[in-house]
Protein backbone atom coordinates (compact mmCIF):
# COMPACT_ATOMS: atom_id res chain seq x y z
CA UNK A 1 0.00 0.00 0.00
CA UNK A 2 1.05 3.39 -0.66
CA UNK A 3 -0.09 5.90 2.54
CA UNK A 4 -1.05 9.43 1.19
CA UNK A 5 -2.67 12.63 3.33
CA UNK A 6 -4.88 14.94 1.74
CA UNK A 7 -3.77 18.48 0.64
CA UNK A 8 -6.23 21.10 0.01
CA UNK A 9 -3.57 23.35 -2.25
CA UNK A 10 -1.17 26.84 -1.04
CA UNK A 11 -4.09 27.72 0.83
CA UNK A 12 -3.85 24.78 3.03
CA UNK A 13 -2.38 25.42 6.56
CA UNK A 14 -1.59 21.73 6.78
CA UNK A 15 1.61 22.64 4.35
CA UNK A 16 3.22 19.93 2.23
CA UNK A 17 6.40 20.07 4.36
CA UNK A 18 4.16 19.21 7.71
CA UNK A 19 2.93 16.45 5.58
CA UNK A 20 6.24 15.09 4.58
CA UNK A 21 7.32 14.88 8.06
CA UNK A 22 4.74 12.00 9.26
CA UNK A 23 6.78 9.05 8.77
CA UNK A 24 5.81 6.97 6.15
CA UNK A 25 4.50 9.39 3.75
CA UNK A 26 4.38 8.91 0.05
CA UNK A 27 2.09 11.61 -1.54
CA UNK A 28 -0.79 13.51 -1.67
CA UNK A 29 -4.27 13.33 -2.78
CA UNK A 30 -5.36 16.75 -4.27
CA UNK A 31 -7.28 18.21 -6.82
CA UNK A 32 -7.50 21.41 -8.88
CA UNK A 33 -9.98 23.67 -6.83
CA UNK A 34 -10.25 26.69 -8.50
CA UNK A 35 -12.20 25.21 -11.70
CA UNK A 36 -16.26 24.96 -10.88
CA UNK A 37 -17.57 21.40 -11.28
CA UNK A 38 -18.00 20.40 -14.79
CA UNK A 39 -14.93 22.48 -15.95
CA UNK A 40 -11.76 21.08 -17.64
CA UNK A 41 -8.29 21.32 -15.29
CA UNK A 42 -5.84 22.89 -16.97
CA UNK A 43 -2.83 21.26 -17.28
CA UNK A 44 -0.43 24.27 -16.06
CA UNK A 45 -2.85 23.70 -12.59
CA UNK A 46 -2.26 19.74 -12.48
CA UNK A 47 1.47 20.05 -13.01
CA UNK A 48 2.17 22.67 -10.69
CA UNK A 49 0.52 20.43 -8.03
CA UNK A 50 2.84 17.92 -8.75
CA UNK A 51 5.95 19.75 -8.72
CA UNK A 52 5.10 21.43 -5.22
CA UNK A 53 4.62 17.75 -4.08
CA UNK A 54 7.97 16.45 -6.08
CA UNK A 55 9.68 19.67 -4.29
CA UNK A 56 8.83 18.03 -0.62
CA UNK A 57 9.61 14.60 -1.74
CA UNK A 58 5.99 13.29 -2.62
CA UNK A 59 3.78 12.17 -5.47
CA UNK A 60 0.86 13.32 -7.09
CA UNK A 61 -0.50 10.07 -7.84
CA UNK A 62 -4.56 10.35 -6.26
CA UNK A 63 -6.97 12.64 -7.11
CA UNK A 64 -9.66 13.47 -4.58
CA UNK A 65 -12.35 14.30 -6.41
CA UNK A 66 -12.96 15.32 -9.63
CA UNK A 67 -16.31 16.27 -8.83
CA UNK A 68 -19.21 15.41 -11.12
CA UNK A 69 -21.42 18.19 -11.84
CA UNK A 70 -25.53 17.93 -10.62
CA UNK A 71 -26.69 17.51 -14.41
CA UNK A 72 -24.17 14.84 -14.81
CA UNK A 73 -26.05 13.12 -12.06
CA UNK A 74 -29.40 14.08 -13.13
CA UNK A 75 -29.24 13.08 -16.69
CA UNK A 76 -29.99 16.50 -18.14
CA UNK A 77 -29.25 18.27 -21.52
CA UNK A 78 -26.07 19.36 -20.83
CA UNK A 79 -25.11 16.10 -19.40
CA UNK A 80 -23.17 14.56 -22.82
CA UNK A 81 -20.98 17.92 -23.23
CA UNK A 82 -20.05 17.49 -18.85
CA UNK A 83 -19.18 13.85 -19.39
CA UNK A 84 -16.68 14.60 -22.41
CA UNK A 85 -15.33 17.80 -19.92
CA UNK A 86 -15.17 14.61 -17.47
CA UNK A 87 -13.12 12.44 -19.82
CA UNK A 88 -10.83 15.39 -20.34
CA UNK A 89 -9.97 15.66 -17.00
CA UNK A 90 -9.75 11.98 -17.06
CA UNK A 91 -6.83 12.08 -20.09
CA UNK A 92 -5.02 15.38 -18.70
CA UNK A 93 -4.65 13.57 -14.93
CA UNK A 94 -3.38 10.14 -16.89
CA UNK A 95 -0.90 11.94 -18.91
CA UNK A 96 0.43 13.89 -15.87
CA UNK A 97 0.83 10.09 -13.87
CA UNK A 98 -2.34 10.07 -11.82
CA UNK A 99 -3.27 6.67 -11.22
CA UNK A 100 -5.91 6.67 -8.94
CA UNK A 101 -9.16 9.38 -9.35
CA UNK A 102 -12.10 9.20 -6.25
CA UNK A 103 -15.15 10.80 -7.33
CA UNK A 104 -18.66 10.39 -5.40
CA UNK A 105 -22.37 10.34 -6.95
CA UNK A 106 -24.10 12.00 -4.02
CA UNK A 107 -26.59 13.55 -5.34
CA UNK A 108 -26.18 17.64 -3.65
CA UNK A 109 -24.77 16.85 -1.00
CA UNK A 110 -20.91 15.06 -0.04
CA UNK A 111 -20.57 14.66 3.31
CA UNK A 112 -23.41 15.67 6.02
CA UNK A 113 -23.45 15.95 9.48
CA UNK A 114 -25.11 17.60 12.17
CA UNK A 115 -22.48 18.94 14.44
CA UNK A 116 -18.99 20.34 13.12
CA UNK A 117 -17.85 20.70 16.65
CA UNK A 118 -19.33 18.03 18.80
CA UNK A 119 -17.26 18.32 21.96
CA UNK A 120 -15.99 14.48 23.61
CA UNK A 121 -15.10 13.99 26.78
CA UNK A 122 -11.62 14.21 26.85
CA UNK A 123 -12.02 17.75 25.52
CA UNK A 124 -11.48 17.13 21.61
CA UNK A 125 -14.06 18.54 19.03
CA UNK A 126 -15.33 16.03 16.17
CA UNK A 127 -17.49 16.28 13.24
CA UNK A 128 -21.24 14.17 14.21
CA UNK A 129 -24.51 13.00 12.68
CA UNK A 130 -27.68 13.09 14.23
CA UNK A 131 -30.42 11.66 11.88
CA UNK A 132 -33.01 13.17 14.22
CA UNK A 133 -31.59 16.84 14.43
CA UNK A 134 -30.87 16.67 10.43
CA UNK A 135 -34.37 15.73 9.69
CA UNK A 136 -35.69 18.63 11.73
CA UNK A 137 -33.63 21.19 9.37
CA UNK A 138 -35.33 20.01 6.37
CA UNK A 139 -34.07 22.56 3.86
CA UNK A 140 -37.62 21.85 1.45
CA UNK A 141 -39.56 23.24 5.11
CA UNK A 142 -37.56 26.50 3.80
CA UNK A 143 -35.32 25.70 7.51
CA UNK A 144 -31.90 25.52 5.54
CA UNK A 145 -29.34 25.33 8.47
CA UNK A 146 -26.88 22.64 6.97
CA UNK A 147 -23.45 22.63 9.03
CA UNK A 148 -20.86 22.75 6.13
CA UNK A 149 -23.33 23.88 3.33
CA UNK A 150 -25.01 26.86 4.73
CA UNK A 151 -22.78 28.98 2.04
CA UNK A 152 -22.84 26.18 -1.05
CA UNK A 153 -26.13 27.02 -2.45
CA UNK A 154 -28.76 29.79 -1.92
CA UNK A 155 -32.48 28.53 -0.82
CA UNK A 156 -33.69 28.93 -4.14
CA UNK A 157 -30.96 26.80 -5.69
CA UNK A 158 -31.25 24.09 -2.98
CA UNK A 159 -34.87 23.43 -3.27
CA UNK A 160 -34.81 23.06 -6.91
CA UNK A 161 -32.25 20.61 -6.66
CA UNK A 162 -34.34 18.47 -4.00
CA UNK A 163 -36.99 18.99 -6.07
CA UNK A 164 -35.38 17.07 -9.52
CA UNK A 165 -33.71 14.96 -7.70
CA UNK A 166 -37.19 13.61 -6.00
CA UNK A 167 -38.41 13.64 -9.56
CA UNK A 168 -35.99 10.99 -11.03
CA UNK A 169 -35.65 8.98 -8.15
CA UNK A 170 -33.48 6.13 -7.09
CA UNK A 171 -33.73 3.96 -10.62
CA UNK A 172 -32.97 6.91 -12.57
CA UNK A 173 -29.90 7.92 -10.50
CA UNK A 174 -28.49 4.27 -11.72
CA UNK A 175 -28.96 4.91 -15.13
CA UNK A 176 -27.44 7.90 -15.02
CA UNK A 177 -24.74 6.55 -13.18
CA UNK A 178 -24.58 3.80 -15.78
CA UNK A 179 -24.39 7.00 -18.53
CA UNK A 180 -21.55 8.26 -17.01
CA UNK A 181 -19.73 4.73 -16.06
CA UNK A 182 -19.99 3.55 -20.24
CA UNK A 183 -18.33 6.71 -20.91
CA UNK A 184 -15.43 7.58 -18.86
CA UNK A 185 -14.04 3.78 -17.68
CA UNK A 186 -12.76 3.01 -21.20
CA UNK A 187 -11.20 6.67 -20.66
CA UNK A 188 -9.43 5.47 -17.66
CA UNK A 189 -8.61 2.41 -19.23
CA UNK A 190 -6.87 4.09 -21.67
CA UNK A 191 -5.09 6.40 -19.46
CA UNK A 192 -3.56 4.63 -16.68
CA UNK A 193 -6.00 5.48 -14.73
CA UNK A 194 -8.59 3.78 -11.65
CA UNK A 195 -11.52 5.16 -10.71
CA UNK A 196 -12.42 4.61 -7.06
CA UNK A 197 -16.41 5.86 -6.66
CA UNK A 198 -16.65 7.21 -2.85
CA UNK A 199 -19.82 5.65 -0.54
CA UNK A 200 -22.41 8.02 -0.24
CA UNK A 201 -21.47 9.76 3.40
CA UNK A 202 -23.69 8.74 5.72
CA UNK A 203 -24.97 6.04 3.33
CA UNK A 204 -29.43 6.08 3.30
CA UNK A 205 -31.15 9.14 1.68
CA UNK A 206 -32.53 12.13 3.28
CA UNK A 207 -35.05 15.00 2.53
CA UNK A 208 -36.04 12.50 -1.07
CA UNK A 209 -32.73 12.63 -1.95
CA UNK A 210 -31.91 9.26 -3.54
CA UNK A 211 -28.54 7.96 -2.44
CA UNK A 212 -27.08 4.56 -4.18
CA UNK A 213 -23.76 3.78 -2.86
CA UNK A 214 -24.57 2.45 0.18
CA UNK A 215 -24.24 -1.50 0.50
CA UNK A 216 -22.42 -4.31 -0.34
CA UNK A 217 -25.01 -5.20 -3.12
CA UNK A 218 -25.51 -1.59 -4.80
CA UNK A 219 -21.20 -1.84 -4.73
CA UNK A 220 -21.83 -5.05 -6.58
CA UNK A 221 -24.06 -3.60 -9.02
CA UNK A 222 -22.47 -0.80 -9.52
CA UNK A 223 -19.19 -2.87 -10.61
CA UNK A 224 -21.37 -5.24 -12.83
CA UNK A 225 -22.45 -2.23 -15.08
CA UNK A 226 -19.26 -2.21 -16.12
CA UNK A 227 -16.93 -5.02 -15.30
CA UNK A 228 -13.61 -3.44 -15.62
CA UNK A 229 -11.23 -3.18 -12.60
CA UNK A 230 -10.65 0.79 -13.69
CA UNK A 231 -14.07 0.54 -12.02
CA UNK A 232 -13.37 0.79 -8.62
CA UNK A 233 -13.89 1.61 -5.00
CA UNK A 234 -13.00 3.94 -2.37
CA UNK A 235 -13.27 1.96 0.19
CA UNK A 236 -14.27 4.92 2.98
CA UNK A 237 -15.05 2.68 6.91
CA UNK A 238 -16.66 5.57 8.32
CA UNK A 239 -19.20 5.90 5.62
CA UNK A 240 -20.38 2.74 4.87
CA UNK A 241 -19.74 1.92 8.63
CA UNK A 242 -22.28 4.34 10.01
CA UNK A 243 -24.89 1.73 9.03
CA UNK A 244 -24.57 -1.62 11.51
CA UNK A 245 -25.60 -3.66 8.19
CA UNK A 246 -22.54 -3.16 6.14
CA UNK A 247 -19.79 -5.52 7.29
CA UNK A 248 -16.39 -3.98 6.35
CA UNK A 249 -14.54 -6.72 6.62
CA UNK A 250 -16.22 -8.94 4.25
CA UNK A 251 -16.24 -6.12 1.75
CA UNK A 252 -12.56 -5.11 2.18
CA UNK A 253 -12.09 -9.18 1.22
CA UNK A 254 -15.10 -9.46 -1.15
CA UNK A 255 -13.77 -6.33 -2.98
CA UNK A 256 -10.55 -6.31 -2.87
CA UNK A 257 -9.00 -6.42 -6.33
CA UNK A 258 -11.23 -3.21 -7.26
CA UNK A 259 -10.63 -1.26 -3.82
CA UNK A 260 -7.83 1.24 -5.20
CA UNK A 261 -7.77 3.34 -2.30
CA UNK A 262 -8.70 3.25 1.56
CA UNK A 263 -10.34 6.27 3.45
CA UNK A 264 -9.19 4.42 6.78
CA UNK A 265 -11.76 6.10 9.51
CA UNK A 266 -13.36 5.06 12.80
CA UNK A 267 -16.34 6.64 14.07
CA UNK A 268 -18.73 5.51 17.24
CA UNK A 269 -22.94 4.77 16.29
CA UNK A 270 -24.19 5.91 19.34
CA UNK A 271 -27.62 5.39 18.59
CA UNK A 272 -30.07 4.58 15.19
CA UNK A 273 -28.78 6.66 12.51
CA UNK A 274 -26.96 8.43 15.15
CA UNK A 275 -22.69 8.20 15.27
CA UNK A 276 -19.69 10.59 16.24
CA UNK A 277 -16.39 10.95 14.49
CA UNK A 278 -13.21 9.26 16.82
CA UNK A 279 -9.45 8.55 16.76
CA UNK A 280 -8.93 5.83 14.40
CA UNK A 281 -7.73 2.94 16.77
CA UNK A 282 -10.11 0.06 16.96
CA UNK A 283 -10.91 0.63 20.29
CA UNK A 284 -12.01 4.16 20.07
CA UNK A 285 -14.85 2.92 18.04
CA UNK A 286 -16.41 0.53 16.25
CA UNK A 287 -15.16 -0.11 12.99
CA UNK A 288 -12.67 -2.95 13.41
CA UNK A 289 -9.97 -1.30 11.62
CA UNK A 290 -7.48 -4.44 12.58
CA UNK A 291 -10.03 -6.75 10.31
CA UNK A 292 -10.37 -4.54 7.51
CA UNK A 293 -6.53 -3.98 6.92
CA UNK A 294 -5.98 -7.47 7.57
CA UNK A 295 -8.39 -8.37 4.86
CA UNK A 296 -6.96 -6.20 2.65
CA UNK A 297 -3.54 -7.50 2.95
CA UNK A 298 -4.87 -10.94 2.76
CA UNK A 299 -6.77 -10.00 -0.39
CA UNK A 300 -2.87 -8.70 -1.94
CA UNK A 301 -4.41 -4.95 -1.89
CA UNK A 302 -1.67 -2.56 -3.54
CA UNK A 303 -3.73 0.84 -3.60
CA UNK A 304 -3.61 3.99 -1.84
CA UNK A 305 -4.78 4.08 1.73
CA UNK A 306 -5.30 7.63 3.72
CA UNK A 307 -6.20 8.52 7.01
CA UNK A 308 -9.54 10.03 6.97
CA UNK A 309 -11.10 12.95 8.95
CA UNK A 310 -9.34 13.35 12.27
CA UNK A 311 -10.68 15.66 15.61
CA UNK A 312 -9.59 18.79 16.33
CA UNK A 313 -7.14 18.55 19.44
CA UNK A 314 -4.68 19.77 21.25
CA UNK A 315 -6.26 23.02 20.52
CA UNK A 316 -5.64 23.10 16.52
CA UNK A 317 -8.78 25.31 14.72
CA UNK A 318 -8.54 24.20 11.20
CA UNK A 319 -10.58 23.07 8.48
CA UNK A 320 -13.33 20.74 9.85
CA UNK A 321 -12.01 17.03 9.34
CA UNK A 322 -8.59 18.04 8.26
CA UNK A 323 -6.30 19.17 10.85
CA UNK A 324 -3.01 17.95 11.06
CA UNK A 325 -2.43 16.50 14.46
CA UNK A 326 -5.19 13.80 14.73
CA UNK A 327 -4.96 12.68 11.11
CA UNK A 328 -1.06 12.34 11.66
CA UNK A 329 -1.57 10.12 14.59
CA UNK A 330 -4.08 7.87 12.30
CA UNK A 331 -1.40 7.72 9.58
CA UNK A 332 0.80 6.20 11.93
CA UNK A 333 -1.48 4.09 13.39
CA UNK A 334 -2.16 2.84 10.19
CA UNK A 335 1.16 2.01 8.94
CA UNK A 336 1.63 0.41 12.21
CA UNK A 337 -0.97 -2.22 11.20
CA UNK A 338 0.17 -2.57 7.84
CA UNK A 339 3.25 -3.48 8.80
CA UNK A 340 2.52 -5.83 11.64
CA UNK A 341 -0.16 -7.45 9.55
CA UNK A 342 2.09 -7.59 6.39
CA UNK A 343 5.07 -9.11 8.36
CA UNK A 344 2.72 -11.72 10.30
CA UNK A 345 1.97 -12.78 6.77
CA UNK A 346 5.40 -13.39 5.54
CA UNK A 347 6.54 -15.65 8.24
C1 LIG B 1 -15.04 14.33 3.13
C2 LIG B 1 -14.63 13.47 2.05
C3 LIG B 1 -15.51 13.64 0.84
C4 LIG B 1 -14.87 12.99 -0.34
C5 LIG B 1 -15.72 12.96 -1.55
C6 LIG B 1 -15.10 12.13 -2.63
O1 LIG B 1 -14.28 14.67 3.93
O2 LIG B 1 -14.54 12.16 2.43
O3 LIG B 1 -15.69 14.98 0.61
O4 LIG B 1 -13.72 13.66 -0.68
O5 LIG B 1 -16.95 12.47 -1.27
O6 LIG B 1 -15.70 12.40 -3.82
Redesign the pocket.
Known sequence: MKMTF?WYGDSDPVTLEKISQIPGMSGIVSAVYDVKPGGVWSEESISKIKTSAAEHGLEFEVV??V?VPEDIKLGSSSAAGLIDNYCENVRRLGKAGVKCI???F?PVF??LRSELEHKQPDGANALAYDEKTVLEMNPLKGDLSLPGWDASYTKAEMQGLLKAYEEIGEEKLWKNLETFLKAVIPVAEESGVKMAI?PD?PPWGMFGLPRIITCRDNIKRMFDMVPSVNNGL?L?TG?LGADPENDLVLMASEFCDRIHFV?LRNIKRTGYRKFEEVGHPTDCGSIDMYGIVKALVDGGFDGYVRP??GRMIWGEKGRY??GLYDRALGAAYITGLFEAIEKEKKI
Do not use: A, I, L, V
Open positions: RESPCYNMDWHDTCSHDHGY
